[in-house]
């Protein structure tokens, strides 16, 4: 069984930082791991992954240079820092645990978390 917590969501002012948590159980630290968000009335969206293995990452390109992922294997956590925050980054943000299709990129996911709120404001 595969069980993904998130936290750290929150509201912060345009141009501020926060940093998401996701503490994964059972086998979640086995798959890739990465971020999805899903505003009102929108499509859940891909954000970021992390592969298991080497640790590579891949980004959407409307967060490539703001946002970074990263993981601790020890801990069983994946972070995503997100820094010069917008409103439109206002959504719930996901963990997810799957595989990555880097050429995309986005990922297939096996697991998902139960998401934490993100809210920006101008």
């Known amino acids: 069984q595969v069980l993904l917590v998130e936290s750290g969501g929150g509201l912060v002012q345009a141009g501020g930082s926060l940093r998401l948590s996701c503490a994964a159980s059972?086998?979640?630290?086995?798959?890739?791991m990465g971020w999805f968000r899903q505003a009102p009335g929108k499509e859940r969206e891909f954000v970021a992954a992390?592969?298991?293995?080497?640790?590579?990452?891949y980004y959407a390109d409307s967060v490539k240079g703001r946002f970074n992922i990263s993981r601790d294997n020890a801990k069983k956590t994946v972070y995503l820092q997100m820094n010069t925050l917008k409103p439109e980054d206002t959504a719930v943000y996901y963990c997810?645990?799957?595989?990555?299709?880097?050429?995309?990129?986005?990922?297939?996911?096996?697991?998902w978390g139960q998401g934490t709120q993100v809210t920006i404001s101008s």
């Open positions: 059972g086998r979640a630290f086995t798959f890739d």
């Open positions: 992390i592969s298991r293995s080497l640790g590579s990452t």
């Open positions: 997810a645990a799957g595989t990555t299709i880097p050429r995309l990129p986005t990922m297939t996911v096996a697991s």
